[in-house]
């Protein structure tokens, strides 16, 4: 057999049991005519021959590899120099590292070639950064950006946030009532649910729960308030409530232990121990180094186990 007739062959019996080979098949042709046909597209003449009405719409528009890639779309980021653009793009944006973030915008507020507001931008991202593991200098950083832009919300909320974890309850309030008035409707949720934890600190459950009610509607994508309404309703003995929203929030963020200990605290609070120890199980295999779910765990586990012996009369040691 020639090796046409082999590879005829090996085609025909792909072809009738594989159906994804038979795809293939049908795929690659008009793939391979696509790209053909975008090449022949794109080198197509404008009109004019020159390169503002290529921009203008005829034939294709010619792709600039070196365009920096747009961060935000907000204004405060618009016209930045050209460069400081790779600085840009690293001091805001997203990553797990954030110590060459926290160096992209420190070059930026160092560079003396950019506005107020840019200048503000930049040092209210850096505090953003820095506000869990560094809240002093965070919020140096962001009263920084107001000094240079009062009242800009998204660096009022950063320093709500950390007033919240100094326990500046009130202090934080203020601020996120002058975010939230200037924040677009759409973009307060966060900035609602930070005014509901303020208000579950404080002990004002019912603006609390409406505060959080508020950011779960603004921003139902966001589980966090989950976390704290959890909590809340646990708090005003709420437990089927409280059970809900700690459930739907391990379904959302299942690698976060938070959820798992909270069921946990609502079904010992309601007299489930047994059920209690699988959640704190389940945390624990999610973070086995979280001290609450151990320390929890321990607990319930001693007082089954003193529970057991005073049911037997048995008190020798286990």
């Not at 924040?183 to 609602?192: E, I, L, R, Y």
């Not at 509607?217 to 909590?231: A, F, I, K, S």
């Amino acid at each position: 057999m020639s090796w046409v007739s082999r590879l005829a062959a090996v085609h025909g019996a792909f072809w009738i049991a594989d159906r994804w080979y038979r795809i293939w098949w049908y795929v690659w042709p008009a793939a391979l005519a696509l790209l053909i046909s975008g090449w022949i597209y794109a080198d197509k003449p404008s009109w004019g021959g020159d390169a503002r009405n290529a921009l203008q719409g005829e034939w294709a528009k010619p792709v600039t590899l070196a365009t920096p890639i747009p961060i935000r779309n907000s204004p405060i980021l618009a016209n930045w120099p050209e460069k400081l653009q790779s600085d840009v793009a690293v001091c805001f944006t997203r990553a797990p590292d954030i110590h060459p973030i926290i160096d992209a915008c420190s070059r930026l507020i160092d560079s003396g070639e950019i506005s107020n507001s840019q200048r503000s931008s930049a040092y209210n991202q850096r505090g953003f950064l820095r506000r869990v593991k560094e809240p002093i200098r965070a919020l140096e950083d962001v009263e920084a950006a107001l000094k240079l832009m009062p009242n800009v919300p998204y660096a009022l909320a950063n320093r709500a946030y950390i007033y919240i974890g100094q326990s500046k309850f009130d202090a934080a309030i203020q601020d996120l009532n002058k975010a939230i008035e200037q924040f677009p409707p759409t973009a307060s949720g966060p900035a609602h649910h930070l005014r509901g934890l303020a208000y579950f600190k404080l002990g004002d459950y019912q603006k609390a729960q409406t505060e959080l009610d508020e950011a779960l509607r603004l921003d139902p994508n966001n589980p966090d308030p989950l976390m704290n309404r959890g909590e809340l309703e646990q708090a005003q003995k709420n437990n089927d409530a409280a059970l809900r929203d700690f459930d739907e929030y391990s379904r959302r963020v299942p690698r976060d232990p938070r959820g798992p200990i909270g069921r946990a605290t609502v079904l010992e609070a309601t007299g489930h121990p047994q059920e209690a120890l699988a959640a704190l199980d389940k945390a624990l295999i999610i973070d086995p180094a979280n001290l609450r779910a151990a320390a929890l765990r321990d607990r319930l586990r001693a007082q089954r186990i003193g529970t057991d012996q005073s049911k037997t009369g048995d008190n020798s040691p286990k």
